[in-house]
């Protein structure tokens, strides 16, 4: 644009700058590096260390950047793996696609040219078919690219058509996935998978669905894959764009079904404009989630005093959504089947429990002053920060901001997650 700038960059935040930039076609972003991130520390701390770099800032602004000469693409050559047997040469492929950064940690299944072949006869689009151009790295990706991850996750070519729809979800913009793969937090994206193809593929929507155990294994690689196609298609490497502080056993695999039998509601994908008998997959951006234990309560009220209590409880929620341009903070309830049969026969209806949460699940305006800067909110609420510091504020700009789903076996355990931006459902095509 002609306009000189200049970012202002921490010094663990380099190769997450500067991989971005490469993303955005940016061979040479100007910068001015700092020691700490400018975050949680005191004000003057923060002048000090800005005003120590004046000269740094005025160099950026007024020589031209270096931009190195791009070499055009080359394609990959193919990898071959030797030992003196086959268990040998698996261990040294795993080795140096771990050494490379392209596992998750756990031992992959070597994407061999027969076993990509046998994952793509699981869809009819074509191999080079571009599904979407991947956040947060601008990563093609292609349905081979997919069917790749798919294969070292140990997913089987029925599994396909689930993933592919998956990134397609993960890419529309509510998700904002750039925001949830590159977060210094736990966020993860969750599958949800309603219709048919819960059986026809196996997806447990019963005890243990987001596993572990044989019971979940197609939930577990699928949501597997998930994690290995943001990482090797969307370019989110731990360090690089993954910037999370502490990381989360979220982000290896969160995949689960609806338990629709079970469920005395409309299920999931019927309530977002999906026909029964059409599968689907839903992905929420979910930053944590906790238990809701309740096994004594057995009226509709008293179980969904239990949610709203546990929802207050974290007390975690940024309050992005008093700002002007906060995401929307759209909890998920996963209600298991006994606390739906409960709530079901007083006759409450899902909209019913949305209005309950959203008058009772509310905290004192002084949680909410605390981590928000008063020139930050928007101007709607900012009549907020005149009230008393008792005021209770609900923890959700709208009842519609809660998300149902019914999931789980028998006994009074759900669970309550935190999302982070909007969930998005994509129909499962063959």
């Known amino acids: 644009m002609g306009i000189p700038a200049v970012g202002i960059v921490s010094a663990g935040f380099i190769p997450s700058w500067e991989a971005r930039g490469r993303a955005m076609g940016l061979d040479a972003l100007s910068r001015v590096v700092v020691g700490p991130p400018l975050t949680e520390i005191s004000p003057e701390r923060v002048r000090d260390e800005i005003l120590a770099r004046v000269d740094d800032f005025v160099r950026a602004l007024t020589e031209q950047p270096k931009v190195a000469a791009r070499s055009p693409a080359a394609?990959?050559?193919?990898?071959?793996?030797?030992?003196?047997?086959?268990?040998?040469?698996?261990?040294?492929?795993?080795?140096?696609?771990?050494?490379?950064?392209?596992?998750?940690?756990?031992?992959?299944?070597?994407?061999?040219?027969?076993?990509?072949?046998?994952?793509?006869?699981?869809?009819?689009?074509?191999?080079?078919?571009?599904?979407?151009?991947?956040?947060?790295?601008?990563?093609?990706?292609?349905?081979?690219?997919?069917?790749?991850?798919?294969?070292?996750?140990?997913?089987?070519p029925d599994h396909l058509p689930v993933l592919i729809a998956a990134v397609e979800a993960m890419q529309e913009p509510e998700f904002d996935l750039t925001m949830v793969a590159q977060s210094t937090g736990p966020q993860a994206p969750l599958l949800v998978i309603n219709g048919p193809i819960r059986k026809e593929i196996g997806i447990n929507s019963g005890r243990c669905a987001l596993g572990p155990g044989v019971q979940s294994r197609v939930n577990t690689v699928v949501g597997r894959a998930t994690r290995l196609i943001m990482m090797n298609v969307g370019q989110d490497y731990p360090g690089v764009m993954d910037m999370d502080t502490i990381g989360s056993p979220n982000k290896y695999s969160m995949c689960m079904g609806e338990?629709?039998?079970?469920?005395?509601?409309?299920?999931?994908?019927?309530?977002?404009?999906?026909?029964?008998?059409?599968?689907?997959?839903?992905?929420?951006?979910?930053?944590?989630?906790?238990?809701?234990?309740?096994?004594?309560?057995?009226?509709?009220?008293?179980?969904?005093?239990?949610?709203?209590?546990?929802?207050?409880?974290?007390?975690?929620?940024?309050?992005?959504?008093?700002?002007?341009?906060?995401?929307?903070?759209?909890?998920?309830?996963?209600?298991?089947?006994?606390?739906?049969?409960?709530?079901?026969?007083?006759?409450?209806?899902?909209?019913?429990?949305?209005?309950?949460?959203?008058?009772?699940?509310?905290?004192?305006?002084?949680?909410?002053?605390?981590?928000?800067?008063?020139?930050?909110?928007?101007?709607?609420?900012?009549?907020?920060?005149?009230?008393?510091?008792?005021?209770?504020?609900?923890?959700?700009?709208?009842?519609?901001?809660?998300?149902?789903?019914?999931?789980?076996?028998?006994?009074?355990?759900?669970?309550?997650?935190?999302?982070?931006?909007?969930?998005?459902?994509?129909?499962?095509?063959?």
């Open 75 to 156: 394609s990959e050559p193919l990898l071959e793996y030797q030992g003196e047997d086959l268990l040998v040469a698996e261990r040294n492929f795993n080795r140096d696609f771990l050494d490379r950064g392209w596992g998750d940690g756990f031992p992959l299944i070597p994407p061999s040219l027969e076993a990509v072949e046998s994952m793509l006869k699981g869809t009819s689009r074509k191999r080079d078919e571009v599904v979407v151009v991947m956040d947060p790295g601008k990563g093609i990706a292609t349905v081979e690219k997919i069917a790749i991850n798919c294969v070292m996750a140990g997913c089987s």
């Open 259 to 430: 338990n629709e039998e079970a469920n005395p509601w409309e299920p999931l994908h019927v309530e977002r404009g999906f026909r029964p008998d059409e599968s689907t997959v839903t992905v929420f951006p979910c930053g944590s989630h906790v238990d809701v234990a309740d096994l004594v309560s057995c009226t509709a009220e008293a179980v969904l005093t239990t949610f709203a209590y546990t929802a207050d409880a974290p007390l975690t929620p940024s309050w992005s959504w008093l700002r002007p341009e906060g995401l929307d903070m759209e909890p998920l309830m996963i209600i298991c089947p006994d606390h739906a049969r409960i709530i079901a026969e007083e006759g409450w209806t899902k909209n019913d429990i949305r209005r309950f949460m959203f008058h009772n699940s509310r905290v004192p305006l002084r949680v909410l002053k605390k981590p928000t800067r008063p020139g930050a909110v928007a101007p709607g609420w900012k009549w907020l920060l005149d009230r008393p510091d008792d005021t209770m504020v609900p923890l959700v700009r709208d009842p519609k901001d809660y998300h149902i789903v019914v999931v789980g076996a028998d006994s009074g355990k759900s669970a309550y997650v935190w999302d982070w931006g909007e969930p998005v459902t994509k129909p499962i095509r063959f």
